[in-house]
């Protein structure tokens, strides 16, 4: 078995990130500029809807129990806003998908684009190279997961300050303490997101050497080579030494965030279990009433940070997981070279 090759991590700096947001705003911009400002728009409708919501049905509850004032309008509005909240994503949904695939197009474009601008085929010959193209070209088909990633983020910001608005109306004391439990969960979630990217690009090589050996055993160009010299066991334990190699990085990253949010988010957890009990007997004593224990748990349930479930600012790097073998190399010569073995190379 070959020894792993070591490479130094990759992390990604602020500056790159701010490089990479910019081109991609101008990226989106270019495939549409009127289907962006109605997706910014309809975002902010759907990112108030909860909030609005979470009020009506404080105002409602309010009044029920305290018999005081007519509850018909309210009970209208409440009705809208939970019409809004089921029919707003769906739609949100549905641009965001519009606008990335428009995107992605444009992204495509220029990538080949820039490709056949490139005289020579020395960078070609470069494993490194290849690597970045093979990669470049994933994320071009991406696009919409990346813009689907953007506008959660965008939504999220926005439900998050709306409710930490009405939570702060109900306690300054108790924003403070689920504030200070959510804040550790989304910066370890950024900094995982970071991590997640560098280990992308220490894997792709394993799934570049993985695709090659693949190719050589189902192809029909070595097939007779691979059977005259008897080398089809070498090649798929070399092909499955780039599996495992990758599948070791991947776990132990899968461990890192396992043991990073599960531990945060049951925090987190406790913390909002702690603040509803306080609600609950503020309550009772008649410090607070029905309608302000519905908006508490309300807000506290859209503070909270590290739902694996909505998209955030990590989804962009955790789409990035989901990939498969894609594009061939032109030439065996460059393909044995960018897997690290001569040509009619036979078993040891």
């Avoid at 097939?223 to 599948?247: K, Q």
């Avoid at 909505?310 to 061939?328: D, E, H, M, W, Y």
């Amino acid at each position: 078995m070959r020894e792993p090759v070591r490479e130094p991590d990759r992390r990604i700096g602020a500056d790159q990130v701010r490089a990479a947001g910019a081109a991609a705003a101008v990226l989106l911009w270019r495939s549409g500029p009127a289907r962006l400002a109605g997706l910014l728009v309809m975002t902010a409708a759907a990112a108030t809807a909860p909030i609005a919501t979470a009020w009506l049905t404080k105002l409602v509850l309010d009044r029920l129990v305290g018999r005081t004032g007519a509850v018909g309008g309210l009970a209208a509005a409440l009705a809208f806003a939970g019409l809004a909240v089921a029919a707003l994503p769906v739609v949100v949904h549905y641009v965001r998908a519009q606008i990335g695939r428009a995107a992605s197009a444009v992204a495509t474009d220029r990538l080949f684009a820039a490709l056949g601008r490139q005289v020579g085929l020395r960078t070609f010959e470069d494993p490194a190279y290849q690597d970045r193209l093979r990669l470049a070209q994933e994320s071009c088909g991406r696009v919409p997961e990346i813009v689907d990633g953007v506008g959660g983020t965008l939504s999220g910001t926005l439900s998050l300050a709306g409710f930490l608005g009405s939570l702060l109306v109900l306690s300054p004391a108790m924003t403070g303490v689920v504030l200070a439990a959510a804040i550790p969960a989304l910066l370890a979630e950024l900094l995982l997101a970071r991590r997640r990217a560098a280990v992308e690009w220490r894997v792709e090589r394993f799934a570049r050497r993985e695709f090659f050996y693949s190719q050589l055993l189902t192809g029909v160009a070595a097939a007779t080579e691979i059977r005259l010299f008897g080398i089809g066991a070498f090649l798929r334990a070399r092909l499955m030494d780039e599996r495992r190699s990758a599948n070791d990085a991947q776990r132990r990253m899968d461990q890192r965030e396992l043991w990073t949010m599960g531990g945060l988010t049951a925090l987190s957890a406790a913390v909002a279990g702690a603040g509803l009990w306080w609600a609950i007997t503020s309550a009772a004593s008649g410090s607070l009433s029905a309608g302000d224990v519905s908006m508490f748990v309300a807000a506290v349930a859209g503070v909270r940070v590290g739902d694996r479930q909505r998209p955030g600012p990590a989804a962009v790097v955790r789409a990035l997981r989901r990939r498969g073998p894609r594009g061939t190399r032109s030439a065996e010569r460059i393909r044995c070279r960018g897997a690290g073995v001569a040509p009619g190379a036979r078993a040891a």
